[in-house]
């Protein structure tokens, strides 16, 4: 079927496949339709798994025009949980397709409806009635979709017919998830946790966050495998493409300011190769960098070597200078952080690369009105930056390597450490021990512990993931949420930033609030 083939009015008999065309086809589709008087429709959602509720809203919604056209989100932007979507992209655009009240259906390759507004331009946009109250709508998008409908004189429509939950249908009857994790989501349903999160991520809007940490470039160099040199025992690759990310303190900020209102930077860089350009390009609107840029030093770049296919990395270069800082550029970073008690919560990522001194942390512990820390253990400090180095904090969160360094004990179990050695050796009343695999431990000393399993086994890229883990979990701590739902998020949060390349985007509050929803339905 070519874009200059029009359907006749009313559902036709096509062939399933001919249904599904590009989206740019699609808009000459339904600009011809436009043109000829016909009333164009259009229904938008992610479709997992095609249920009665679907076939009865697509049926209304055929009813409101002379077309239906169906898209679909991508499979990239399903932001409904570990093994979503059930079903891929192309079989969810058949399923759709192959209902005769369907014209046409295509991928949105974007991550929200607006664009394919813009580009259809469609007489009647259709939603769900669960969308009907904007107040309900976690995301916030139905607002946008609306004024983008009606900007081209277009206007929105809600359906009004029995409705299912495609994410409740698979959560209880497909088996998506591991027993452990199914039981473990079973019992939050049960005792209805799913409003308590959601306003605990609603609390921390209006907060200040002062963020303090080493700035780090990411170098991504995707290359591809060669045959072995004849002449030397190397590893030999084809350059193919880079990328480079603003990482380290930049990337926690930039998931901080998904959450919160406002959030400084205390951070410093090199003038060699100082990237700078890149730094303040990459991030939010709401925050702000005071950079102290270090002379006759680069700006710590990571080189990470990719094998492109699969996404494996083969080799890492460190381009750095970690001495301490000392003298005035010491005095200007102790400046900084004697604010510290304007913040609602400071955010300590010591990297261990020469930023944070005895006498920054001193001043961290004194000023701090709340005090999250995460110490990294890394290829270029390994034993030598410990979260011991901090006398106190309100809210620590490391992994399980990183708390045994701490405690130096390779073999007792996490939970010990978490509840009994790890206290004894820093003043901190609640921790998280994420665990990879493992999910994570929370421990407060009057709550207890609680282990949290892990909530994605697909994983494709690891980079970054803590520090998602702590900047998201952090502004909850400090608003007094629960440890154990707070480590439900954090598990969230890093479930979705593994799947993240590099620092290609951030945790962002919409997308976080429909993967807790997924999950919760």
Known sequence: ??????????????????????????????????????????????????????????????QHGDMLIVTITADRHVNKGPGRPVFTQSLRAQMLAALEQVDWVAVNEEPTAEPILAMLRPDVYVKGSDYANAAEDVTGGIVRERKAVESHGGRLVFTDDITFSSSSLINRYLGVYNPELNSYLADMRQNQTLPQILDMIERVRDFRVLLVGDTIVDDYQYVEGMAKSPKENILVTRFCERELFAGGIIAAANHVAGLCRSVDVVTCIGDLESHEDLIRSSVKPNVRLDLLTRRGKPTTRKTRFVERGYMRKMFEVYNMDDTPVAGQEENWLAERIAAAGDYDLVIVTDFGHGMITPRLIDLLSRHARFLAVNAQTNSGNLGYNLIVRYPRADYVCIDAPEARLAVMDRFSDIMHIASELLPSRIDCSRLIIT????????????????????????????????????SVTAPLVAAGGPMPLIGFIGNAAGAMKVNIIGHRSAIEKPALLKFVTALLK
Do not use: N
């Not at 200059?4 to 496949?17: E, H, I, N, Y």
């Not at 695999?437 to 994605?456: M, N, Q, S, W, Y």
């Open 435 to 470: 665990h990879g695999k493992h999910g994570c431990v929370t421990f407060d000393k009057a709550e207890g512990l609680h282990r949290i399993p892990a909530f994605t086994s697909t994983v494709i890229d690891t980079m970054g993931a803590g520090d998602a883990f702590l």
């Open 1 to 62: 079927m070519t874009a200059d083939t029009l359907p006749p009015s009313g559902a036709d008999r096509r062939a399933t496949r001919d249904k599904i065309c590009l989206l740019p086809d699609l808009a000459h589709i339904a600009e011809k339709a436009r043109a000829a008087g016909r009333k164009v429709v259009l229904a938008h959602g992610v479709f997992d798994l095609l249920h009665l509720g679907h076939v009865r809203h697509l049926e209304e919604a055929r």
